[in-house]
Nanobody, 120 residues
């Protein structure tokens, strides 16, 4: 089972992108899911997170521009990014810290990362 991210690319400032992240195989359950990003020379930071019940939280830098959502039936999380800025340029990683592949075992999963480049 893997967590696979997609949707990154090159976009001009002010543009939009939608990232998706899904499990490649079947799982028993998944709790909260989130998106992190890491820009060159900087530490990885939390961008947005969503609980299994749909509660969300965002980094101050993306509030009002990014929207995280999930499809529990597909075990997929999305990140809609609008009004993109050059400072949003980073590798974006999806994360699921509490995944039960079987009922008795819980693991943390990270996606492979997808590059978002915003040109000025």
């Amino acid at each position: 089972v893997q967590l696979q991210a997609s949707g990154g690319g090159l976009v001009q400032a002010g543009g939009s992108l939608r990232l998706s992240c899904a499990f490649s195989g079947s799982i028993f359950s998944v709790g909260a899911m989130g998106w992190y990003r890491q820009a060159p020379g900087k530490e990885r930071e939390l961008v947005a997170a969503i609980t299994s019940g749909g509660s969300t939280n965002y980094a101050d830098s993306v509030k009002g521009r990014f929207t995280i959502s999930r499809d529990n039936g597909k075990n997929t999380v999305y990140l809609q990014m609008n009004s993109l800025k050059p400072e949003d340029t980073a590798v974006y990683y999806c994360n699921a810290p509490a995944v039960r592949v079987t009922p008795n075992y819980e693991y943390e999963f990270w996606g492979q990362g997808t590059l978002v480049t915003v040109s000025s």
